[in-house]
T-cell receptor
Framework: QKEVEQDPGPLSVPEGAIVSLNCTYS??????FMWYRQYSRKGPELLMY????GNKEDGRFTAQVDKSSKYISLFIRDSQPSDSATYLC?????????????FGSGTQLTVLP | DGGITQSPKYLFRKEGQNVTLSCEQN?????MYWYRQDPGQGLRLIYY???????QKGDIAEGYSVSREKKESFPLTVTSAQKNPTAFYLC????????????????FGSGTRLTVV
């Protein structure tokens, strides 16, 4: 079993839809959680990060962490064709540990105009 | 502008040949990483380095080698021992240690697509 599970999709939605992307994980020690966006043939770019449980909002994007369920989500409101990309979740251990990110396999999202 | 530069963007390797992928950063980051990305498999860690002249194997280091002679540079050599090297290779860098600020996380390069011909 992988440490981080992410539905690979592909996921297609119409423009303006609310998108929900999710990851589950098995290591309860993970404490920092991130979402990266990767356009085709490009490197990933950091989109959102959260520490421990809770919600964080940035414009049309909301990141949610539920540590009790070992479940993280990224919501995209009013989705746009420019949001079409692969979204990767990532997480890491508390400070003091070897600071490497563990990535999900990515969800491919297409927003149709 | 600060960032990570990977070169070349596309690389073709013949059977039995070693090739080296370049990665340079001007972000003054301590740590650098190499990942391999295959369709449907996410990012898999090849090697990482926390400081100059030191590096550790990741999950799939066999058939690869690295060096870290300068803080800014972390080249990856794909050797002939790597039997299935066709993939998208990503270099990343980060600060090393405690941080909860906006610079937390990795900065990635644009990648090198390696193909065996």
């Amino acid at each position: 079993q992988k440490e981080v599970e992410q539905d690979p999709g592909p996921l297609s939605v119409p423009e303006g839809a609310i998108v929900s992307l999710n990851c589950t994980y098995s290591n309860s020690a993970f404490q920092y959680f991130m979402w990266y966006r990767q356009y085709s043939r490009k490197g990933p770019e950091l989109l959102m990060y959260t520490y421990s449980s809770g919600n964080k909002e940035d414009g049309r994007f909301t990141a949610q962490v539920d540590k009790s369920s070992k479940y993280i989500s990224l919501f995209i409101r009013d989705s746009q064709p420019s949001d079409s990309a692969t979204y990767l979740c990532a997480m890491t251990l508390p400070s003091g540990s070897a600071r490497q990110l563990t990535f999900g396999s990515g969800t491919q999202l297409t927003v149709l105009p | 502008d600060g960032g990570i530069t990977q070169s070349p963007k596309y690389l073709f390797r013949k059977e039995g040949q070693n090739v080296t992928l370049s990665c340079e950063q001007n972000l003054n980051h301590d740590a650098m990483y190499w990942y391999r990305q295959d369709p449907g498999q996410g990012l898999r860690l090849i090697y990482y380095s926390q400081i100059v002249n030191d590096f550790q194997k990741g999950d799939i280091a066999e058939g690869y080698s690295v060096s870290r002679e300068k803080k800014e540079s972390f080249p990856l050599t794909v050797t002939s021992a790597q039997k299935n090297p066709t993939a998208f290779y990503l270099c990343a860098s980060s600060i090393w240690g405690i941080s909860q600020g906006p610079n937390y996380g990795y900065t990635f390069g644009s990648g090198t697509r390696l193909t065996v011909v």
